[in-house]
Each structure stands twice: as structure tokens, then as C-alpha cells.
T-cell receptor, first 113, second 113 residues
């Protein structure tokens, strides 16, 4: 069974540009989560999508947004990129039930110059 | 407010001995706890989880202990192997906040041959 996949693996942008990151969940999983791991910091929760709806949001500005498609894949968009947005962006998926394990993809490394 | 804390940034053990990684939390609403292993530039790999209705869960060489009164959990790895060398994160969730995971800062485990 295929795990969570993310693309691209690496992304280089300049300040002010927009970045789009993509995630495909494990088959049968309806929930997708996005986390950010900035250099030297832990994983911070960004967004949770389930059944096409944004269900919860972490403490990040509105320029971080996303969506979930009917096939449960998801996009994370970061507008007006800032240098401090440079980080590893991780996507996870689960069946969306309580006390469900989240399984992570390999991540997208975003570098903002 | 760091709700999940791993106070030891690093731990070094000899191959074959026991590794004990610790985690403390402050939010009494947390009811599900997980341990992940992470290599550099990769996504976290799920290891083991425990629900708040249990105080111990075992899976092969990995055992997680939960002390709810002390708001403390630990991961025991026996016997430790060099391939276990990685960063270990504990994470917690509560059903009321939409299944987001709150992560600790991580502990770098090094198992010496």
C-alpha cells in the first residue's frame, strides 16, 4: 500500500512569490494535515482538512491556505513568501476519526531567498 | 506555551542496552499519545501509540508507558540497535481540537555499536 506522497521534494522561491505544495494521502484516508518544521524547531500544526472542508487551523497568518480535492488530495498555498517561511512542510493523513494515527509523507523542503 | 515537552535534547546509549526517552505534557485534555522517529530530511515515521485509558502499550522492542497523574510518558527501546539512532518526537492529541497533533521538541538518540 502506497504511503503519503508529497511534491515537489524541494522548492526554491524568492520573497514575495507564491508557493504551492501538494499531498496525496494514503488510500482510504479522508483527513489531511499540514505541519511546518522550521530549522531548529519542532513540528507546528498548520491546517487540517477532512471531507473537503477546512476543520482546524494553527496559529499561522491567512497567507497560509489550502484546499482538499474530491479525491482527498490536498494543496498548501503560501502567498507573499517571507524568508522565515523556509522550512520542511510535512503532510500527514488519517481516517479522520478520534485517536487515529497520522502517517506522514517525506515532506517538501521550501527555501525562500 | 509548550504543552508537550521533551527535556532531553539528546541521549546516547550502548548497543544492546535500554533507551528511555521521556516526555511531559501540561494539557489534561490530551487523550492520545504517539511516538515518531525521524531521520534528517524525511517525514516522521510512526512507532507506537497509547490511549489515555491504558498505562502501557508494547510492540516488539518498543514499549510506551503513560502516567496520567504525573502527565508523563516514556518510550523504552530494548535492546537498542544502531539503526535506532534518530530524532524521536512525542506527540499528543485531544478530540476537542480537531485531532491536531502537538509535538515535543524531539530527542536525538544515538546508539553506539
Amino acid at each position: 500500500e502506497a504511503g503519503v506522497t508529497q511534491s515537489p521534494t524541494h522548492l526554491i522561491k524568492t520573497r514575495g512569490q507564491q508557493a504551492t505544495l501538494r499531498c496525496s494521502p494514503i488510500s482510504g484516508h479522508t483527513s489531511v494535515y499540514w505541519y511546518q518544521q522550521a530549522l531548529g524547531l519542532g513540528l507546528q500544526f498548520l491546517l487540517w482538512y477532512d471531507e473537503g472542508e477546512e476543520r482546524n487551523r494553527g496559529n499561522f497568518p491567512p497567507r497560509f491556505s489550502g484546499r482538499q480535492f474530491p479525491n482527498y488530495s490536498s494543496e498548501l498555498n503560501v502567498n507573499a513568501l517571507e524568508l522565515e517561511d523556509s522550512a520542511l512542510y510535512l503532510c500527514a493523513s488519517s481516517r479522520g476519526l478520534t485517536q487515529e494515527t497520522q502517517y506522514f509523507g517525506p515532506g517538501t523542503r521550501l527555501l525562500v531567498l | 506555551d509548550q504543552q508537550v515537552k521533551q527535556n532531553s535534547p539528546s541521549l546516547s546509549v550502548q548497543e544492546g542496552r535500554i533507551s528511555i526517552l521521556n516526555c511531559d505534557y501540561t494539557n489534561s485534555m490530551f487523550d492520545y499519545f504517539l511516538w515518531y522517529k525521524k531521520y534528517p530530511a524525511e517525514g516522521p515515521t510512526f512507532l507506537i501509540s497509547i490511549s489515555s485509558i491504558k498505562d502501557k502499550n508494547e510492540d516488539g522492542r518498543f514499549t510506551v508507558f503513560l502516567n496520567k497523574s504525573a502527565k508523563h510518558l516514556s518510550l523504552h527501546i530494548v535492546p537498542s540497535q544502531p539503526g535506532d539512532s534518530a530524532v524521536y518526537f512525542c506527540a499528543a492529541s485531544d478530540g476537542t481540537s480537531g485531532s491536531r497533533l502537538t509535538f515535543g521538541e524531539g530527542t536525538q538518540l544515538t546508539v553506539n555499536p
